[in-house]
């Protein structure tokens, strides 16, 4: 009788652990084959955006042996709904949104050696020498909540030198500066990066005329409804990335010079600024 309830404890036991087993290898079965949606904040056309990130994506993938799909999005202010929805697994996101309590993303990582500035350009053969000129002239922003290329700039005009302006948003930073080169408007709001990444026939046409102060970077940021074995392995695995020659020269094209972690104590400072009366509502 002993031996016969030892063996039926046994059974069961078995039974218990490969019910456990059995459970796990479902659940990273399922992990492994899903597929992760990434958002990125809409700085350029979603052909540009495309072939600075899916490279990058498609690294991402042998690191981690999980699936990957780019979501654009046409303008920052859709964008921006998504996040507010949750729509992405993982966004690049600008820092302000990094600091909105309506989405429910978690900074992971962020470029350690630059800070975000946004800058005005006017056409290098411009009249305009001093920003109080730009008072009661069209300046050209990507759009109304973009936060290097029109929310610091509009912000600091108004407070720093009360100058009233005629904003017309125009989408990407691209069209920006091309607006700005056919005298469509008289300046525009964009940040180094993007004007360093122009073609040199337009750059050469551009002079920067303003720059704004320095904020802490956009943020590559995870949804804290994804697995949380999951965003270590994929926060890990950029870092690991960023160490190789190959993932390195991915990571510099968005750009990234120096991965490193990111918090939400990092863009805490913006909230001082108080930036949200020169937000637009969706």
């Known amino acids: ?63 981690t042996k999980l699936k990957f799909q780019l979501v654009g999005s046409p303008n920052i202010e859709e964008f921006e709904e998504k996040l507010l929805n949750g729509q992405f697994d993982f966004a690049y996101i600008d820092p302000y949104q990094a600091t909105m309590k309506t989405i429910t993303y978690t900074p992971l990582l962020r470029d350690h050696n630059k800070k975000l500035q946004g800058i005005l350009v006017v056409r290098k053969d411009s009249p305009i020498t001093d920003v109080k000129q730009l008072d009661g002239k069209n300046i050209a922003f990507p759009s109304p909540n973009s936060l290097g290329a029109s929310l610091l700039i509009r912000a600091e005009l108004h407070n720093n030198y009360a100058i009233k ?41 551009l002079r920067v005329l303003y720059r704004t102060q320095k904020v802490a970077p956009h943020a590559f940021a995870a949804n804290r409804s994804v697995n949380k074995k999951i965003i270590e392995k994929v926060k890990q695995a950029l870092l690991n990335m960023a160490k190789t020659k190959t993932g390195s020269a991915l990571l510099a094209k ?29």
């Open 165 to 205: 302006i005629n904003p017309r948003y125009v989408t990407t930073h691209d069209s920006v500066y091309l607006n700005v080169i056919y005298k469509n408007v008289q300046a525009g709001g964009g940040v180094q990066k993007t004007l360093k990444q122009q073609n040199s026939k337009i750059s050469n046409q």
């Open 254 to 282: 968005i750009p990234i010079a120096k991965m490193g972690t990111a918090s939400t104590d990092d863009y805490l400072p913006l909230k001082k600024m108080k930036l949200d009366s020169f937000r637009v509502s969706h």
């Open 1 to 63: 009788m002993f031996n016969k309830l030892k063996v039926q404890g046994l059974t069961q036991g078995f039974m218990i652990l490969y019910l456990i087993f059995a459970s796990n290898v479902k659940v990273a079965l399922a992990e492994s084959q899903k597929i992760y949606t990434v958002g990125v904040v809409p700085q350029f056309e979603a052909h540009k955006l495309f072939s600075i990130w899916r490279p990058l994506l498609d690294d991402l993938e042998k690191h």
